[in-house]
C-alpha cells in the first residue's frame, strides 16, 4: 500500500523557518522524483520544488530560491523541504509528490498535505 504522508507544518510569524517532511512508502522512493507543491486558498496548486531521484538536481520557483531547499534521503524513504524568511505569501497547504516510471507507465502519487500559515 502506497503512503506518502507529510508533516512539519504550523503557524510561523514572518521571517521565520519551518522543515517539512514527507515520508513514503509502498514504492521504490529512490526510483521516483519527489516534489513539493502548495495550494493557497482560491488558487491553483503550484509547484515549489522538486529533487531528482538521486537528489543530484533540483528545480525550484523563481519565488522560492535562495529562501526554500529540498533535500532527500532515500535511505530514510523521506523528502524535506526547509523553508526560510517566510513570508504571509506562503501560507497554503503544502503537498508532497512521487513521479516515476514502471515499464513506461507512469506512477503519481500525492500526500494528504500539510498546513502552513505564515501570520504575525
Known amino acids: 500500500q502506497v503512503q506518502v504522508v507529510e508533516s512539519g507544518g504550523g503557524l510561523v510569524q514572518p521571517g521565520g523557518s519551518l522543515r517539512l517532511s514527507c515520508a513514503a512508502s509502498?514504492?521504490?522512493?529512490?526510483?521516483?522524483?519527489m516534489g513539493w507543491y502548495r495550494q493557497a486558498p482560491g488558487k491553483e496548486r503550484e509547484l515549489v520544488a522538486d529533487?531528482?531521484?538521486?537528489?543530484?538536481?533540483?528545480t525550484y520557483v523563481d519565488s522560492m530560491k535562495g529562501r526554500f531547499t529540498v533535500s532527500r534521503d532515500n535511505a530514510k524513504n523521506t523528502v524535506y523541504l526547509q523553508m526560510n524568511s517566510l513570508k504571509p505569501e506562503d501560507t497554503a497547504v503544502y503537498f508532497c509528490?512521487?513521479?516515476?516510471?514502471?515499464?513506461?507507465?507512469?506512477?503519481?502519487?500525492w500526500g494528504q498535505g500539510t498546513q502552513v500559515t505564515v501570520s504575525s
Open positions: 529533487i531528482t531521484s538521486d537528489g543530484g538536481a533540483t
Open positions: 509502498g514504492f521504490t522512493f529512490s526510483t521516483y522524483v
Open positions: 509528490n512521487a513521479i516515476g516510471y514502471v515499464n513506461n507507465y507512469e506512477y503519481d502519487y
